[in-house]
């Protein structure tokens, strides 16, 4: 059974930075399209960035345009989600997931494979 793992996760006062990680274990994410979702309280699971198997392609939500970096080493089978500029509404557990198909989707039905997620809290 394919699984996700991510870390990095934790309490940062609002305006920090933090680094999430994404790994899976003894296999390749080369061939993965990857992404990463959030899921605050009280809303529904929401796409945050996205990046193509070669890393050439990223693709991100509004809300963290200009504060998130995705990026992925296929050597290393990582894909990291960089944060700067963190506001208390980033609070969420954090999820990376990922898909075949070449092409994002911002539907978390269309991702196959998920991690357990990671929490981060923002606080003010």
């Known amino acids: 059974h394919v699984r996700l793992v991510e870390s990095g996760g934790g309490l940062v006062q609002a305006g920090g930075s933090l680094r999430l990680s994404c790994a899976r274990s003894?296999?390749?994410?080369?061939?993965?399209?990857m992404s990463w979702f959030r899921h605050a309280p009280g809303k529904e699971r929401e796409f945050v960035a996205a990046i193509s198997r070669s890393g050439g392609s990223t693709y991100y939500a509004d809300s963290v345009k200009g504060r998130f970096t995705i990026s992925r080493d296929n050597t290393e089978n990582t894909v990291d989600l960089q944060k700067n500029s963190l506001k208390p509404e980033d609070t969420a557990v954090y999820y990376c997931?990922?898909?075949?198909?070449?092409?994002?989707?911002?539907?978390?039905?269309?991702?196959?494979?998920w991690g357990q997620g990671t929490q981060v809290t923002v606080s003010s």
């Open positions: 997931a990922g898909r075949t198909s070449g092409y994002y989707s911002s539907s978390l039905n269309e991702w196959e494979i």
């Open positions: 003894g296999r390749t994410l080369s061939s993965y399209t």
